[in-house]
């Protein structure tokens, strides 16, 4: 296909609105659809080729593959094998195993499926994980693995005329995918090809059905395109249901751009633009792994630095790596000789290692390997199991006592973790745990990425049981929303009339109600951050209780029946000071603020009134 310079100038924009973004999302809420311009433009250059191919009677599967893995894979090979290299001298144990496990994922296109499985409650945060955003490059390459394939088996089965129509429906298709699964299910919809390929189908219809215009209305269209581009970056955001109908704006405006074909417009072909776009791929593999290590190090001024950084060594791998000459004509039989093929797999085998050796802690020596190696045991020390048993269509965790009586410890993840000391001491009361981490009591209050019905809803449950005490946490009542929704008066008012009608209706079933409220929480106690800094800080009680003056101003404004008494943890836990290990070395915390279950059997003494019979 023709070379198109408005393409590369597209390219451009793209990646330099994901790249801000990702630097400062302040300064660009929604640059992240620079992701969904990349999968137009790669919907319309797909189709072009496979397309062309057909009607020249000399499509061969294998070359596009080999053609697409040629394009995609050394530079991301690359990138993977470079951050080996420096993670081997810089990164904890804990981090440089997952950079393996994700690396693998990474090459074999799989990061998709991945990022989607470990998303859930005790995920890593996204600037942890250093190859986040090759989830996109994943799903271009299921799409390409199918899309030649329908293509080419319709078009020798019905035509052209058939070909052109079945991407319109499966782009009706796609897109309903993706209305009904953004807002159901998200983390899904966000990760997967079905509710992605209506992008890559639009590009592919701009092709098939480019439509004949005038000179100047092209122009405007040009223009426009480029200005839904611009709108769609500020006025979308990360908390809209994603990709859903406000995903048409920067998909539409990129459909504007491509049936403009406007060659020798200013605003895509410059000397910038045109630069950008030749390294946009390469700037884009390398642009995040470099904000994740401003965030590893809390680098300051990294803004500038950062993007700096990005364009350098995307413009290096461009020229050293991309350019590369790699041959696209080798047989189907002769697959292993394949330049990609060879590349990968001394890189996925030095993952393996990795990963099989722990993060390789021979790289450390004395109190950093110790350090380390009790970080690596910590962070997956959690106590919860799965569920035993299902009441009126809820999931539950069941503990048998002697009694006929019943205990319901119900909330999100900060009851699961009182679960291993009430397992340990509880021998009399049949115990019922009803959770979902991320999640709240109230109806209005939904987790954007799982659903929370687990702890909804609850009058049949609780007939069925009838509990004589009920166990519950106010942990996640500020959580959930954008940070500015979450701090007004009126959602936080909202949030404590509900609240309030929830303790009603467990005061009027239970004979007892508790309440338990500020648990020692600071990102400094997380295993994670203390083998990377290789400190341990203690933290001043007040600093913790302030991180909870939202939790508490709701709890003073509700009207607390007499049967309802508040806990305070952190009173039982510590004194002047909050610490993350004990004398001997040993972590308290699995993350920044969920107990490792000796230390919940420890310490949790303030549940021992609770489950002692009456």
Avoid at 232 to 256: D, K, N, Q
Avoid at 346 to 369: D, H, K, L, W, Y
Avoid at 464 to 490: F, H, Q, W
């Amino acid at each position: 296909m023709k070379f198109r310079t408005d393409i590369n100038g597209l390219r451009a924009l793209a990646v330099a609105f994901v790249v801000i973004f990702h630097f400062d999302e302040s300064l660009l809420q929604g640059g992240f659809v620079g992701v969904d311009i990349f999968f137009v433009i790669s919907g319309f250059l797909m189709t072009g080729i496979v397309l062309g191919k057909l009607e020249s009677n000399n499509l061969s599967i294998w070359q596009f593959y080999l053609s697409r893995a040629n394009r995609i894979l050394p530079a991301l090979i690359f990138l993977c094998a470079a951050w080996l290299f420096i993670g081997y001298f810089l990164f904890s144990l804990i981090d440089y195993k997952a950079l393996a496990k994700d690396s693998i994922a990474s090459i074999l296109f799989l990061s998709n499926f991945s990022y989607w499985k470990t998303s859930g409650y005790f995920a890593a945060a996204a600037n942890e994980k250093l190859l986040l955003h090759t989830w996109s490059l994943s799903v271009e390459w299921q799409f390409y693995l199918i899309y030649p394939v329908v293509l080419a088996v319709i078009y020798r089965l019905l035509g052209l005329g058939i070909t052109k129509l079945a991407l319109i429906i499966g782009l009706i298709l796609s897109f309903l995918f993706s209305i009904y699964f953004s807002e159901s299910h998200s983390v899904a919809s966000y990760f997967l090809l079905p509710t992605r390929a209506w992008e890559m189908l639009l590009g592919g219809i701009a092709f098939v059905y480019p439509l004949s215009l005038n000179e100047n209305v092209k122009r405007i269209a040009h223009v426009v395109g480029v200005i839904l581009m611009l709108v769609s970056s500020f006025v979308i955001s990360s908390e809209m249901a994603w990709p859903g109908y406000m995903a048409l704006l920067p998909c539409f405006a990129t459909y504007l751009v491509l049936i403009s074909n406007q060659q020798r417009s200013p605003i895509t072909n410059n000397i910038v633009a045109q630069f950008l776009g030749k390294w946009s791929y390469s700037i884009y593999l390398w642009h995040w792994p470099i904000v994740t290590l401003g965030y590893y190090y809390s680098l300051e001024n990294w803004f500038l630095i950062g993007i700096l950084l990005s364009i350098v060594a995307g413009a290096l791998s461009y020229h050293f790596i991309e350019s590369a000459n790699l041959s696209n004509k080798i047989p189907l039989t002769r697959f292993y000789k394949a330049k990609p093929i060879i590349l990968s797999i001394p890189v996925i085998a030095v993952c393996a290692f990795i990963i099989a050796n722990n993060g390789v802690a021979t790289r450390f020596s004395g109190e950093q390997r110790e350090l380390n190696l009790q970080a690596l045991e910590a962070i997956g020390d959690f106590d919860y199991p799965e569920p035993n048993l299902r009441v009126a269509g809820h999931d539950v965790r069941f503990i048998e006592g002697t009694s006929q009586d019943n205990i319901l410890f119900i909330g999100a993840s900060h009851i699961e973790h009182t679960y291993p000391f009430v397992k340990k001491y509880n021998d009399f009361y049949n115990v019922y745990y009803l959770t979902k981490g991320g999640c709240f009591l109230t109806a209005s209050m939904e987790n954007p990425k799982w659903s929370c019905d687990n702890i909804k809803n609850v009058g049949k449950f609780l007939e069925i049981v009838r509990p004589v005490k009920i166990v519950t946490s106010y942990y996640a009542l500020d959580g959930y929303l954008p940070d500015n929704e979450s701090k007004k008066d009126s959602t936080l008012k909202n949030r404590i009339l509900e609240y309030g009608k929830v303790l009603k209706e467990f005061s009027s079933v239970a004979q007892n109600v508790y309440i338990l409220t500020e648990d020692p929480r600071s990102k400094k106690f997380d295993p994670k951050v203390i083998a990377r800094t290789g400190t341990s800080l203690k933290i001043p009680v007040e600093d913790i209780i302030n991180s909870y003056h939202l939790h508490n101003k709701a709890l003073n404004e509700i009207d607390l029946a007499e049967n309802i008494e508040i806990i305070r943890p952190i009173e039982y836990l510590c004194s002047r000071f909050c610490e993350a290990r004990s004398l001997d070395g040993d972590f308290y915390f699995k993350d920044s603020n969920h107990f490792r279950p000796w230390y919940a059997q420890k310490v949790m003494s303030y549940l021992s009134p609770i489950i002692k019979p009456n």
